[in-house]
């Protein structure tokens, strides 16, 4: 099966950016570097959490939007919590669990039990959920299984 990779241009930085990503991401790692002009890397290919990407020293032509972004599904809050305040630092926060990071990209961190929150069978508490959601910056599980449970 054909393999995919996000391939990410940054603006001379992909230095700094690989080295940020591999600090949030404990299971990360640098498989490979292309030289370019003046000793500095022409692309980066590394490994976060199993998930493969390539980083362009690309120059200042192109920026990041959050026509783009990567999900991180969390297992709970304290994982919520850890994701949002490395990637936040330094970027900008968001809506819904939206963030932009210090380089511009975009990463949504996500609860798991969210996700089972808006996709079960509770119609109601789905949409309880979601407008809960709505009102939040970074996600709040407490407050999202309180809505989806009509408290």
């Not at 999900?71 to 990637?87: F, I, M, P």
């Not at 089972?116 to 996600?139: C, F, H, N, Y």
Request: net charge neutral; with cysteine; aromatic share 12%.
């Amino acid at each position: 099966m054909s393999k995919i990779t996000p391939f990410l241009w940054f603006d001379n930085n992909a230095q700094e950016a690989v080295a940020f990503y591999r600090t949030v991401f404990k299971q990360s790692e640098v498989r490979s570097t292309l030289p370019g002009p003046g000793g500095v890397p022409m692309t980066i290919a590394f490994t976060l959490n199993g998930q493969d990407f390539v980083a362009l020293n690309g120059g200042p032509h192109f920026k990041f939007t959050e026509a783009v972004s990567f999900v991180v599904e969390c297992k709970d809050q304290t994982e919520v919590d850890y994701y949002w305040d490395k990637l936040v630092d330094g970027g900008k926060p968001s809506q819904c669990g939206w963030l932009k990071d210090k380089f511009g990209l975009s990463w949504q961190i996500v609860p798991a039990d969210f996700i089972k929150m808006v996709t079960g069978p509770d119609k109601e508490g789905s949409k309880r959920a979601m407008a809960a959601l709505m009102k939040m910056a970074k996600i709040d599980l407490g407050v999202l299984k309180k809505a989806y449970d009509g408290e």
